[in-house]
């Protein structure tokens, strides 16, 4: 029987016998979630591993979050980028936020049905979320600009990964003059180095330092 998470695997070779059977089970949990609350486009759901569960991985070409980390995903919609990173770094924690409640609770279905105990999934604007972090992530939420105001409040001091604590965001396109304001303290990378899919070919992830 074929794996659709074979795309999962063959990228992320070291994945363990539970991480394996997570990855599989997302594709069933997002169907069954996704027939009720469209969190993913129903065109794409059949892209689900392709484009949207490795593009939310493509943070973990860029970073290996170490055990202790604390990370939150704004604007997490359907839990991505938060679940499929949560699945890969265990020992990480996760929150993840969206301001829409029904999109929170297809979250935190699929998180209590994989067993995921480093997941938070919370119905909250950003702007009022206090909680300190080590890093933000989000898949394209809103201009850098904007989410680095609304989440500089959030970081906490320190920082044990190879990375200083920071924002990292999936983006697309040109990202020169979105990241102008933060020239000194930003870096991209591109995610067709990493992987030969098409549909990688203007996808990046954007980095930007908030180191206290």
Known sequence: MSHPAQII?????????????????????YREWNAKINVISRKDIDNLYSHHILHSLGLAKVIRFRPGTRVMDVGTGGGLPGLPLAILFPGTDFLLLDSIGKKIRVVQAIAGELGLANVTARHCNVADETAK?????????????ELERLVRKNFRSGGQN???????????????RELLPFKHKSDTWDLSQYFADPFFETKKVAYVAMTK
């Open 9 to 29: 695997f063959d990228h992320f070779p070291e994945l363990d016998a539970q991480q394996r059977a997570r990855f599989d089970a997302l594709d069933a949990l």
């Open 133 to 145: 972090t080590d890093f933000v992530v989000s898949r394209g939420v809103m201009p850098m600009a």
């Open 162 to 176: 190879a990375l200083p604590n920071g924002i990292l965001c999936l983006k697309g396109g040109d990202l020169t």
